[in-house]
């Protein structure tokens, strides 16, 4: 729990991102996994649709130095840019009753945007996954 409390302190907008992207992979979990079209489906998908929308604007002000980037930004910004067009279009696309096309979308947003950018944010090289790292080893040790 130190690692929190520092990293809340010394980096609170990466703590906010990482606290929503996780929040939003849980909810993402618990929302596939469900029964769809109630009103709990819908009510549990605009909660979603928040942590990511709060992800995605943290990520964009995010900057990295570690790795191949412009001004900061780094291939990984790709899933910011991804997210920001496909989740006003997956509830755009529930709200003209397109129920085949959010569903795509939706899933696509949970894998590239949860699950794929977890996996690159906790590598080893990246900050979140070096932290990581470093508490696995402190444990171990």
Known sequence: MHAFA??????????FHLVTAAGALVLGIVI???????????LLGWAWAGLMG???????????????????ITPIHLFTATVAVLLPRAIWQ?????????RKTMKGLFIG??????VFTLLPSRFLGG?????VQAVMA
């Open 32 to 42: 596939l996994t469900r029964r769809k079209g109630t009103f709990d489906h819908r």
């Open 6 to 15: 520092t990293l809340l302190k010394d980096h609170p907008l990466v703590f």
């Open 113 to 118: 945007g949860c699950v794929l950018a977890g």
């Open 131 to 135: 932290l990581l790292l470093q508490q």
């Open 94 to 102: 529930a709200r003209q009753g397109n129920i085949v096309g959010h």
């Open 54 to 72: 709060a992800t995605t604007l943290a990520s964009a002000c995010l900057r990295s130095t570690t790795m191949p980037n412009i001004d900061g």
